[in-house]
């Protein structure tokens, strides 16, 4: 086996080993991954205590004891793992707080690893987002909101975008905002159909017009495309804001006098745990459209020389695809 290790940018190696596999796992061979902005913090040693990066990947099985993922069958895994601490149980996800999926072949407990459906024209480019799908099935349903309802998603990231097209699917209306015009040009193709820039648009009084005065019912924080402390502002009174992902590159201030004012409540949500299956039938059903978010492929092998590019103009790619074929 061959995994990429990441101490720091100016430390990367191309690690070889051995490892068995146990009973109970399933030994895939990864095919693709993506570089993401989690990773790109992790290579500028920004308190990411990880090695091995990537927390999205598809492949193939290698080895398997079940009839259900036979040799060969194409798979995505899931980076999610429930840990339980002296009672209390959390989910770590591989690439994030523990090692990754930047490796040629990975060995995964069974519950880690899902087929892709056979019959279905749904490509790797595609089914590799499932676990950002299932991480915005979670932050959905944190959401108390009815059908009909406007919520702003503040960050048009790979995660907002997704979960701006999910939002529509469960029939609320979402209101992106991101001071990248690029991006919401991508979310326009993507059919997202409310979208705000705050270098032109007075956000408020836009989001005050567009909901009859009314406001969103919840904010959902999925980037830093647009300053924290303007987010409060957007919500009704005793709404929500949801921070969603696994971290967010610019550090911000939530105004905390206008959450206190308007008795909102903050939610955070960092995993897709137990939404891999309905990730994949959004994804085989077409609800969730990707193209437009993997602008750049590397091979596996030049990893490295991705690096320095990511540090410098960590806003230059939505998503790095690592090829391994």
Same mark, same amino acid.
């Given at each position: 086996?061959?995994?990429?290790?990441?101490?720091?940018?100016?430390?990367?190696?191309?690690?070889?080993?051995?490892?068995?596999?146990?009973?109970?796992? &399933?030994?895939?061979?990864?095919?693709?991954?993506?570089?993401?902005?989690?990773?790109?913090?992790?290579?500028?040693? *920004?308190?990411?205590?990880?090695?091995?990066?990537?927390?999205?990947?598809?492949?193939?099985?290698?080895? !398997?004891?079940?009839?259900?993922?036979?040799?060969?069958?194409?798979?995505?895994?899931?980076?999610?793992?429930?840990?339980?601490?002296?009672?209390?149980?959390? &989910?770590?996800?591989?690439?994030?707080?523990?090692?990754?999926?930047?490796?040629?072949?990975?060995?995964?407990?069974?519950?880690?690893?899902?087929?892709?459906? %056979?019959? +279905?024209?749904?490509?790797? *480019?595609?089914?590799?987002?499932? %676990?950002?799908?299932?991480?915005?099935?979670?932050?959905?349903?944190?959401?108390?909101? %009815?059908?009909?309802?406007?919520?702003?998603?503040?960050?048009?990231?790979?995660?907002?975008?997704?979960?701006? @097209?999910?939002?529509?699917?469960? @029939?609320?209306?979402?209101? +992106?905002?991101?001071?990248? !015009? !690029?991006?919401?040009?991508?979310?326009?193709?993507?059919?997202?159909?409310?979208?705000?820039?705050?270098?032109?648009?007075?956000?408020?009084?836009?989001?005050?017009?567009?909901?009859?005065?009314?406001?969103?019912?919840?904010?959902?924080?999925?980037?830093?495309?647009?300053?924290?402390?303007?987010?409060?502002?957007?919500?009704?009174?005793?709404? @929500?804001? &949801?921070?969603?992902?696994?971290?967010?590159?610019?550090?911000?201030?939530?105004?905390?006098?206008?959450?206190?004012?308007?008795?909102?409540?903050?939610?955070?949500?960092?995993?897709?745990?137990?939404?891999?299956? !309905?990730?994949?039938?959004?994804?085989?059903?077409?609800?969730?459209?990707? %193209?437009?978010?993997?602008?750049?492929?590397?091979?596996?092998?030049?990893?490295?020389?991705?690096?320095?590019?990511?540090?410098?103009?960590?806003?230059?790619?939505?998503?790095?695809?690592?090829?391994?074929?």
């Amino acid at each position: 086996m061959k995994a990429w290790k990441v101490k720091n940018q100016e430390n990367v190696t191309l690690d070889e080993f051995t490892l068995e596999r146990k009973e109970g796992e &399933v030994k895939v061979k990864i095919s693709k991954a993506l570089i993401s902005s989690t990773d790109i913090c992790a290579l500028k040693d *920004e308190g990411m205590h990880i090695l091995v990066p990537c927390h999205s990947a598809v492949g193939y099985v290698s080895e !398997s004891d079940t009839s259900l993922l036979k040799f060969g069958t194409r798979v995505v895994v899931s980076p999610f793992v429930e840990v339980n601490d002296d009672g209390k149980k959390r &989910v770590e996800t591989m690439g994030v707080n523990r090692d990754g999926f930047l490796q040629d072949f990975i060995n995964l407990p069974e519950r880690n690893v899902y087929a892709v459906p %056979e019959g +279905l024209s749904i490509k790797d *480019e595609d089914v590799i987002f499932a %676990e950002y799908i299932a991480t915005a099935i979670n932050v959905l349903e944190a959401v108390d909101s %009815e059908k009909g309802n406007y919520i702003v998603v503040a960050g048009a990231s790979t995660l907002g975008l997704i979960i701006a @097209q999910i939002a529509i699917y469960y @029939q609320l209306v979402p209101i +992106l905002v991101d001071l990248d !015009s !690029s991006k919401l040009e991508l979310a326009k193709s993507l059919g997202i159909y409310y979208m705000l820039n705050p270098t032109f648009d007075n956000l408020e009084e836009h989001v005050k017009r567009t909901t009859g005065a009314r406001m969103c019912d919840a904010a959902i924080i999925a980037g830093e495309g647009v300053a924290l402390r303007t987010v409060p502002y957007l919500v009704k009174d005793e709404g @929500q804001i &949801v921070v969603c992902g696994y971290n967010i590159r610019e550090k911000g201030h939530i105004e905390t006098d206008v959450v206190l004012k308007k008795q909102l409540k903050i939610v955070g949500v960092n995993n897709g745990y137990g939404e891999m299956p !309905s990730a994949i039938n959004l994804l085989a059903n077409k609800v969730v459209k990707t %193209e437009g978010l993997i602008n750049h492929t590397i091979d596996f092998k030049d990893f490295p020389s991705i690096i320095k590019p990511c540090i410098d103009y960590p806003y230059q790619y939505n998503k790095i695809l690592i090829d391994f074929d």
